[in-house]
């Protein structure tokens, strides 16, 4: 049976994504995907140059559907740029909890000291995926009067730009965790939830504790999902 491209594609992605998750990324070989989905080693080159290029094609694919899913909560009329930014920072934490399990070994593979580059662009492809939603955010808020943002592309990539600060912190909490001690781990995910709220904040000129990054129980709840 001859398959589109776009077929053949999301169907690697499909396996992948599979092994990644039950599997762990580094206990997955592109041997293992291939296998899974029954293609020539010749076939998954042509798709993807690496088992990295394939795990960025599925962060991108991930970031996708993510911001997909909380469309309809961003459309509604009914919220103002505040609302919706809040929108967006509680369905993030959401999803996050709920795939959790499967995002932990990913996450403790990419937040690696010696994977930094990998780490970087996987953080550039999703960075391009949701920087147009963020900027239009700003740009309605700055309408509204509510958000002071000269620039609101500029802003929107400050603002994702300041979630690299959560690479280190993240290691460290993961690792804390599978020592037992997740007191500690969500101690640390928890301070830097709550700055990182901080500076949004500031960067847009409202009031402390106007945008919502932190929420009671998250970190805990992500780090013990199993």
């Known amino acids: 049976m001859i398959k589109s491209p776009e077929t053949r594609s999301a169907e690697l992605l499909d396996c992948a994504q599979r092994l990644f998750f039950a599997n762990g990324y580094?206990?997955?070989?592109?041997?293992?995907?291939?296998?899974?989905?029954?293609?020539?080693?010749?076939?998954?080159?042509?798709?993807?140059?690496?088992?990295?290029s394939l795990l960025e094609a599925l962060a991108a694919r991930l970031a996708r559907d993510s911001l997909a899913e909380l469309q309809p909560v961003l459309d509604d009329p009914s919220l103002d740029?505040?609302?919706?930014?809040?929108?967006?920072?509680?369905?993030?934490?959401?999803?996050?909890?709920e795939l959790a399990p499967q995002l932990h070994g990913t996450f403790d593979v990419l937040f690696r000291p010696e994977n930094v580059v990998l780490f970087h662009k996987i953080d550039?492809?999703?960075r391009e995926i949701a920087a147009p939603l963020i900027s239009a955010i700003l740009e309605r808020g700055g309408e509204e009067g509510i958000f002071d943002v000269p620039d609101?592309?500029?802003?929107?990539?400050m603002l994702l730009q300041l979630r690299l600060t959560f690479r280190e912190v993240m290691h460290q909490a993961l690792r804390q965790t599978e020592q037992g001690n997740v007191d500690e781990?969500?101690?640390?995910?928890?301070?830097?939830?709550r700055l990182y709220g901080v500076?949004?904040?500031?960067?847009?000129?409202?009031?402390?504790?106007?945008?919502?990054?932190?929420?009671?129980?998250?970190?805990?709840?992500?780090l013990e999902a199993e």
């Open 26 to 52: 580094d206990n997955t070989t592109v041997n293992d995907i291939i296998r899974e989905a029954g293609v020539s080693k010749g076939a998954f080159y042509h798709y993807f140059a690496s088992k990295e």
């Open 81 to 97: 740029a505040v609302d919706r930014l809040n929108a967006l920072m509680a369905g993030s934490r959401r999803l996050n909890v």
């Open 124 to 126: 550039q492809t999703v």
């Open 152 to 157: 609101p592309n500029a802003f929107a990539d």
């Open 185 to 193: 781990a969500a101690r640390l995910l928890d301070d830097r939830l």
């Open 199 to 222: 500076a949004i904040d500031r960067l847009l000129k409202l009031p402390d504790g106007t945008i919502q990054v932190a929420e009671d129980g998250f970190a805990r709840a992500f």
